[in-house]
């Protein structure tokens, strides 16, 4: 089955700085990338997501890469702000009714003063 | 913006007794799910479920497991005898499509404690 790794577990970065979190994945027949946002006592929620028939997706200050090749994909945030602290999962899903979405491990976020 | 809804939003409960979470997924949501999370670890899945039954189940999701939709509206997930190992957050979770074609939207889960 499919399996996410995702790097690095902990990120801590200057206010106004950029955020890079990077995960890879072993299926190659996985098609869906999506992001989430975790923050305190909450549930995750969907922050961007890309899909495998295209490199690059941005909104606003977030953007996705996705390399199919090298089974890569990366999470960009730029001019970070405080209220980007939280934890970060990326995952992956196939095309099939059956398919789950699996998730990486997370990677918790600080953004500093 | 409608969302999903779980009760109790913390469970204590002793090992061997059987405890059920509750949700209410988004009202025209088709897929249904539940996921896990161990304290400060990755969000694992357990079970997906679409029209009335199980669209299939981790190897975690063992016979002590269950899912139901009572009724219109209530997703439920039973454990029969909880185990120390089961204590996590549980988060439930709705789609109108399937996972790949639409973001999961997730409840802000259940903290099942089990001493």
């Known amino acids: 089955g499919e399996n996410v790794e995702q790097h690095p577990s902990t990120l801590s970065v200057q206010e106004g700085d950029s955020a890079v979190i990077k995960c890879t994945y072993s299926d190659s027949a996985s098609n869906y990338f999506p992001w989430y946002k975790q923050e305190l006592g909450k549930g995750p929620q969907l922050i961007i997501d890309?899909?495998?028939?295209?490199g690059e997706k941005k909104d606003q200050r977030i953007a996705v890469t996705l390399n199919k090749t090298a089974k890569h994909f990366s999470l960009h945030i730029t001019e970070t702000q405080p209220e980007d602290s939280a934890v970060y999962f990326c995952a992956a899903s196939g095309m099939n009714r059956d398919d789950k979405i699996i998730f990486g491990k997370g990677t918790r976020l600080h953004i500093l003063p | 913006e409608p969302e999903v809804t779980q009760t109790p939003s913390h469970q204590v409960t002793q090992m061997g007794q059987e405890v059920i979470l509750r949700c209410v997924p988004i009202s025209n949501h088709l897929y249904f799910y539940w996921y896990r999370q161990i304290l400060g670890q990755k969000v694992e899945f357990l079970v997906s479920f679409y029209n009335n039954e199980i669209s299939e189940k981790s190897e975690i999701f063992d016979d002590q497991f269950s899912v139901e939709r009572p009724d219109g509206s209530n997703f439920t997930l039973k454990i029969r005898s909880t185990k120390l190992e089961d204590s996590a957050m549980y988060f439930c979770a709705s789609s109108p499509q399937i996972s790949s074609n639409s973001p999961l939207h997730f409840g802000n889960g259940t903290r099942l404690t089990v001493t």
């Open positions: 890309i899909r495998s028939n295209v």
